[in-house]
């Protein structure tokens, strides 16, 4: 029986040993990630924060609105200075192979401090939050750049009008605009447009407006040209978080535009 009860000891001691192990690994981790996050966060430059993402999140952060971000978060907090001790904290567990951890505390800045939540996935991070009253978006949300929303348009038209309508069609908002846009009548407005315009030969988007306020919108307008003539086109984002999204788009011949 004593040697029953010492194994069991033993077996105890292993188990808190393992458990205390995970919940250093787990911190250590956590801890890496947002280390990482905000020294890429303070080049300025999108591609290096973009690669320590998950594809599925890098895919919901568009280049243009997440480097705003980056200089704002630079120019109203200053450079990073590390993560508070006394305010950090980590989870993790394992499923199917995949390794997920989310950690959330404070990060201190030069100029202050902000509030952060993150998500990895074997290591790549899946999901983050940064918070502070000196980092709202009137801070840091500007214009856009127009040209990465005008090539956007001109490829999400050029996929509609080469017979790519499903691809085209995931290029916009699934609830804004495909719930109420089904793939037949993609089709029929590509085979529409095609039949006054002719085989198509370029898309040009040229001309933007911006609308601010607390749900911004930036409207794209061109031309699409066919073989036999030409239609006016608009495409229409809406940003949400760091993405700008295509709400909705129209295709005219250009005197029905008045």
């Not at 290029?171 to 605009?177: C, D, E, G, R, T």
């Not at 089904?182 to 040229?206: F, H, N, R, T, Y």
Request: with cysteine; charged share 20%.
């Amino acid at each position: 029986m004593k040697k029953v009860l010492m194994v069991l000891g033993i077996v105890f001691l292993v188990l808190i040993a393992a458990v205390v192990a995970l919940m250093v690994w787990a911190h250590g981790a956590g801890e890496e990630r947002q280390e990482e996050f905000f020294q890429a966060a303070g080049t300025g430059d999108p591609q290096k924060l973009l690669s320590l993402c998950d594809p599925a999140l890098a895919d919901d952060l568009d280049v243009p609105v997440l480097k705003m971000w980056m200089d704002g978060l630079n120019r109203q907090l200053g450079p990073y200075k590390g993560l508070s001790k006394a305010n950090f904290s980590t989870s993790s567990n394992t499923t199917n192979g995949r390794k997920f951890v989310e950690s959330k505390g404070t990060a201190l800045f030069e100029k202050g401090e902000a509030q952060v939540e993150m998500q990895s996935v074997n290591g790549k991070i899946t999901a983050f939050r940064v918070t502070s009253e000196k980092l709202q978006p009137k801070d840091w949300f500007t214009k856009p750049p127009a040209e990465f929303y005008y090539q956007k348009g001109e490829k999400m038209i050029t996929l509609l009008l080469t017979g790519k309508e499903a691809d085209a069609r995931a290029m916009m908002h699934p609830v804004a605009l495909q719930k109420d846009y089904p793939l037949a009548q993609v089709q029929a407005d590509a085979k529409k447009i095609l039949a006054e315009i002719g085989p198509l030969q370029s898309v040009k988007l040229d001309q933007e407006e911006f609308i601010a306020g607390d749900s911004p919108k930036l409207i794209v307008r061109g031309t699409i040209t066919g073989q036999k003539g030409v239609f006016s086109t608009m495409v229409k984002y809406q940003f949400v978080g760091m993405k700008g999204h295509i709400t909705s788009w129209t295709a005219i011949p250009p005197q029905a535009g008045g």
